[in-house]
C-alpha cells in the first residue's frame, strides 16, 4: 500500500444536492441519460483526441487500435460545485491488452448536459515525454477523485509493451475541475521484462473526505503483493475507504496458491489507523468464487474484472447506517450448482471492517441470467445503491441485447437482505458483440457509480450502432 499526499441544469442539481442531504429518498427512477464521449459533439465530448497521433510503431503482431472508443469508466463529483462531474476513461482500446492510447477526462460543469475532454500527460499521443515522465505506448486502469477542497486527482497505469518493457503508476492534479491537469507526479516505475518482472496494474484512488491534504493510492505490483502474509499469494482490485475518524479500509481479491497446485481466492480486508503507515492482519470478508460471463449464444468470453471489490462507505451522521462499509463484486453465489455462472453479491461491515455479514446475492436478474461488473455508492441519507449488466433480454435473434440495472436498498431496512432491494432500469437494450475485443468483449473491468445528494450517477459504457464503445451519464433520482 502506498500512501500519497500532496441532464439537469446546475441550479437544479444544487438545489436538489442542497435539499436533499440527510433527506429520506423514496422510489427510484431514471430521470435521463447523457452520453458522456463520443459524437455528436456537443453535447459528448467528440472523437478521440488521439486520432492524429501516429502509433503504428506500438502495435504488437496482428493487433489491432479501436480508435474512438471509451471504456473503463469512473466517475466522480466536485463536492464544492455538485454541477461539475468528471467522468474518466480508456481512450482508444487495443485488442492485446488491457491498456489505451491515452486516459481522458469527460468533464461537465452542468450536471451531464454538456461533456468536454482534457486529459493528463499519461503516455505518448496524450503529450507524455521524457520530461514529463509520461513517455509511454500506453495507458491504462484510470481513476479519479475529489478532495474536499475540490481538487481533482487521475491516476492511471502507463506502460510500454513494444521494445523494453517499462510501466509505471502515475497521478496528476487539476485545481479547476479538470479544465487543466498537472504534469504527472510517478509513484511507481518499473521495467516488468527482466527480473526481479515487476508489473504495476489495477490502480485505484481515494481522497480523504475529510482532510484535504490526504490522498492514498493502491496498486498490485506483480509479483511482489501488497500483502504478503503468505506464500505465493498476491493481492488484486485494492480499493481503499476512509471511515468516519480517518480509519482506512482496504479491501481486496487474495489470489492465494503453492507451487503448481490450483490457485484459490478470497476477498480480504486490511485497517490502518495511522493514515497508511502501517496495516494490520487481513481480514476475511468472503470466499471470491467468481466466473467469467460468456455469450450465451455463442460461448465467446464476455472480459471482465473477476472478483474485483467496490467499496462504499456511509459518512452521513444522521443516517442509520452511519459508518457502514459495503463490498461488491462479481462471483457465482446463487447460481446453478451444477451449471453456475456470474451473480452480484453483496456484503457489508457495521464495525469498520472488522466483521463482514454473509454474502448475499443481490442482482435481480432471471434465474439462469448471468450478472456482472457492479459499483456500489452511498446516498446522502444512507441509501445504498448497485449497478450491473445482464442478458436478461437475450433473444435467438442475432446480437446479445444487454441492459444497465441499478438496484437500491434504505439503510433503515436490512440489505443483507435481498428482498429490501428494488430494481430499475438505466439503459440498453445495445449489442455488446459490438464492442470492442480484449480476450473477449470488452467494456471495462468496471464502471462508475456516484452520487449527488440522493440522487445517483451512473458512469457506464455501452456500444451503438455506429460506435464500438461509449461513455453515458444515468442520472437515477426519488
Known amino acids: 500500500m502506498t500512501s500519497f499526499l500532496a441532464g439537469r441544469p446546475a441550479e437544479v442539481w444544487n438545489e436538489q444536492a442542497e435539499v436533499a ?56 463529483v466536485d463536492p464544492t460545485d455538485p454541477s461539475t462531474i468528471m467522468g474518466v476513461y480508456q481512450q482508444d482500446q487495443w485488442s492485446r491488452s488491457r491498456a489505451a492510447t491515452g486516459l481522458v477526462a ?54 510500454n509493451l513494444v521494445g523494453p518493457g517499462r510501466n509505471a503508476v502515475l497521478v496528476s492534479k487539476s485545481t479547476d475541475g479538470g479544465e487543466h491537469w498537472g504534469e504527472p507526479v510517478t509513484l511507481a516505475r518499473n521495467n516488468f521484462d527482466v527480473s ?43 480499493q481503499v475507504a476512509v471511515l468516519p475518524g480517518g480509519t482506512l479500509v482496504d479491501v481486496f481479491d487474495n489470489g492465494q496458491g503453492s ?8 476477498i480480504k480486508a486490511i485497517r490502518s489507523t495511522d493514515r497508511g503507515a502501517t496495516w494490520s492482519a487481513p481480514i476475511e470478508v468472503a470466499p471470491e468464487r467468481a466466473l467469467p460471463p460468456v455469450d450465451p449464444d455463442t460461448g465467446a468470453p464476455i472480459r471482465v474484472g473477476l472478483g ?52 448475499v446475492k443481490v442482482n435481480q436478474s432471471p434465474a439462469g441470467v448471468q450478472a456482472f461488473t457492479p459499483s456500489v455508492d452511498v446516498a446522502s441519507d444512507g441509501t445504498v445503491a448497485v449497478t450491473y449488466y445482464d442478458f436478461r433480454y437475450n433473444t435467438p435473434d442475432p446480437g446479445l441485447p444487454t441492459d444497465y440495472w441499478m438496484i437500491h436498498c434504505h439503510a433503515a431496512t436490512d440489505c443483507t437482505d435481498p428482498a429490501n432491494w428494488a430494481e430499475n432500469h438505466v439503459a440498453g437494450s ?27 450517477l451512473s458512469f457506464f459504457a455501452q456500444t451503438t450502432a455506429t460506435d464500438q464503445a461509449n461513455t453515458y451519464l444515468g442520472v437515477v433520482a426519488p
Request: aromatic share 14%; hydrophobic share 30%; proline share 7%.
Open 308 to 359: 474485483r471489490p467496490d467499496l462504499a462507505v456511509d459518512l452521513n451522521p444522521s443516517s442509520d447506517g452511519y459508518g457502514n462499509i459495503y463490498a461488491v463484486w462479481a462471483d457465482s453465489l446463487g447460481s446453478d450448482k451444477k451449471t453456475p455462472y456470474s451473480t452480484v453479491v453483496f456484503t457489508e461491515s457495521t464495525d469498520g471492517g472488522l466483521t463482514w455479514s454473509t454474502l
Open 21 to 76: 442531504w440527510g433527506d429520506r429518498a423514496g422510489p427510484y427512477g431514471t430521470v435521463a441519460v447523457y452520453q458522456a464521449s463520443g459524437t455528436p459533439s456537443p453535447p459528448a465530448d467528440g472523437n478521440s483526441p488521439f486520432a492524429g497521433c501516429d502509433i503504428s510503431g506500438f502495435a504488437q503482431s496482428s493487433e489491432v487500435n479501436y480508435l474512438n472508443t471509451e471504456d473503463a469508466p469512473v466517475a466522480a
Open 196 to 238: 526481479p518482472f515487476y508489473n504495476n496494474v489495477s490502480t485505484s484512488i481515494t481522497a480523504d473526505p475529510f482532510d484535504s491534504n490526504n490522498l492514498y493510492a493502491a496498486w498490485s505490483e506483480q509479483p511482489r503483493a501488497i500483502v504478503m502474509y503468505r506464500k505465493n499469494s498476491g493481492t488484486y482490485g485494492n
Open 259 to 266: 507451487g503448481n497446485n490450483d490457485t484459490g481466492f478470497d
Open 430 to 456: 445495445f449489442d455488446i458483440e459490438q464492442a470492442p475485443n480484449f480476450r473477449g468483449y470488452y467494456l471495462g473491468e468496471y464502471e462508475g457509480l456516484t452520487s449527488i445528494g440522493t440522487t445517483f
Open 106 to 159: 469527460g468533464v461537465s460543469h452542468d450536471g451531464g448536459q454538456t461533456w468536454a475532454a482534457t486529459w493528463p500527460h499519461f503516455s505518448i499521443c496524450a503529450g507524455g515525454n521524457a520530461g514529463n515522465g509520461g513517455d509511454f505506448q500506453r495507458a491504462a486502469d484510470p481513476g479519479v477523485a475529489f478532495s474536499p477542497n475540490g481538487d481533482a486527482y487521475f491516476i492511471g497505469r502507463s506502460i
